[in-house]
């Protein structure tokens, strides 16, 4: 059976540094926009995972040696990338339990 702790370990395996999981309640009466029932009504949970920018490529920036970088791996690669990728495994462990996973990855100003 699918637990948080699970939840929680698989995300940490495919590279999270945090996995939170909160109550779908909080979005009862949000704009539907921005309301995960919108698309799945009976959801119970939402999940939510933090993906780490390596460190080296803030001391680039704060240093003024090195913008590029950050932006095409720690922006770029990470949001359009590797968070699809660690989205789809998370989102396959989910459905593979029996229940359903809406994805969806960062988007700015959303």
């Known amino acids: 059976m699918l637990s948080a702790k699970i939840i929680k370990e698989k ?5 999270a540094v945090l996995c939170g999981i909160g109550d779908i309640k909080y979005y009862i009466g949000d704009e539907k926009e ?13 999940i939510g995972c933090a993906l ?14 090195q913008y590029y970088n950050y932006v095409n791996l720690g922006v770029k690669y990470l949001d359009e990338t590797f968070a699809e990728i660690f989205l789809l495994k998370l989102g396959n ?5 029996g229940y359903d996973a809406c994805l969806q990855r960062n988007i700015p100003g959303m």
């Not at 995300?11 to 590279?15: F, H, V, Y």
């Not at 921005?34 to 939402?46: E, V």
């Not at 462990?93 to 339990?97: F, N, P």
């Open 93 to 97: 462990m989910i459905e593979d339990e």
């Open 34 to 46: 921005r309301n995960p029932l919108s698309i799945l009504p009976n959801a119970k949970c939402i």
């Open 11 to 15: 995300a940490k395996e495919l590279g």
């Open 52 to 65: 780490p920018v390596p460190k080296g490529l803030y001391k680039l920036m704060e240093d003024e040696k």
